[in-house]
């Protein structure tokens, strides 16, 4: 899913993965348990990977992009598991991850019938009681700048639960953040 230059250039810096570990991430992931076996789709650069791979005992992470796979898989194939793949199609088994995450991702996804796939993708891999969690970003002018020439699929928050649950998700809670425009979802499979 190729991203224009600014947008990976903003991806892919230090200030970005500094402003995901010390504020993102503990906001998207606040009380959420992650278990043991966690798989991450559409890990970019690998901002939100590399503080989760220090939490849990296994890291998946799925990229559909195969240049950012293959430099992920340079940088972290040691430490996590890295696959060249479509989240919304995942070569990977029933019910064998305690939680799946996406971070700033799902707007790259071109449809709503996509999302939805991935949704139950999600739902397909995790085992029952495990958390689907994550937070993404909401449209600005600034954010469509950012995008210009680039997929933007904005997810609208209000419609977020019906969709979660019409994949069998069960608890689901999504929140605005108080100050940037972005929102936050949790999710269990019962
Ligand atoms: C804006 S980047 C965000 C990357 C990272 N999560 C972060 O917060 O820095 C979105 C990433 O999702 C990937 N992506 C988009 N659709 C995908 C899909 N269907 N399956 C897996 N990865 C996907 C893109 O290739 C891109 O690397």
Redesign the pocket.
């Known amino acids: 899913?190729p991203?224009n230059r600014v947008?990976r250039k903003l991806?892919s810096s230090e200030e970005?993965a500094q402003a995901?570990e010390e504020r993102l991430l503990p906001w998207a992931l606040e009380k959420v348990e992650l278990g043991d076996d966690l798989l991450e789709?559409?890990?970019?650069?690998g901002?939100?990977l590399r503080v989760l791979v220090r939490r849990v005992a296994r890291m998946t992470a799925?990229?559909?992009?195969e240049k950012?796979a293959a430099l992920l898989a340079g940088q972290w194939g040691e430490q996590a598991r890295i696959l060249h793949?479509?989240?919304?199609r995942l070569p990977l088994e029933d019910a064998v991850f305690t939680s799946v995450v996406?971070?700033?991702?799902l707007h790259?996804?071109p449809t709503t019938a996509?999302q939805d796939r991935?949704f139950a993708e999600a739902f397909r891999v995790l085992r029952p009681g495990g958390v689907f969690a994550g937070s993404d970003s909401l449209s600005s002018p600034r954010f469509r700048i950012l995008h210009f020439l680039d997929t933007m699929n904005v997810v609208d928050p209000d419609g977020l639960p019906d969709r979660l649950e019409a994949v069998g998700f069960t608890d689901v809670v999504v929140d605005l953040h108080p100050e940037v425009r972005g929102f936050r979802f949790r999710a269990r499979k019962p």
């Not at 789709?41 to 650069?45: A, D, Q, S």
């Not at 996406?102 to 991702?105: A, I, K, N, S, V």
């Open positions: 899913m991203m947008h991806c970005w995901v789709v559409g890990p970019g650069y901002a939100n799925v990229e559909i992009d950012t793949a479509d989240a919304s996406c971070f700033t991702m790259h996804v996509l991935i």
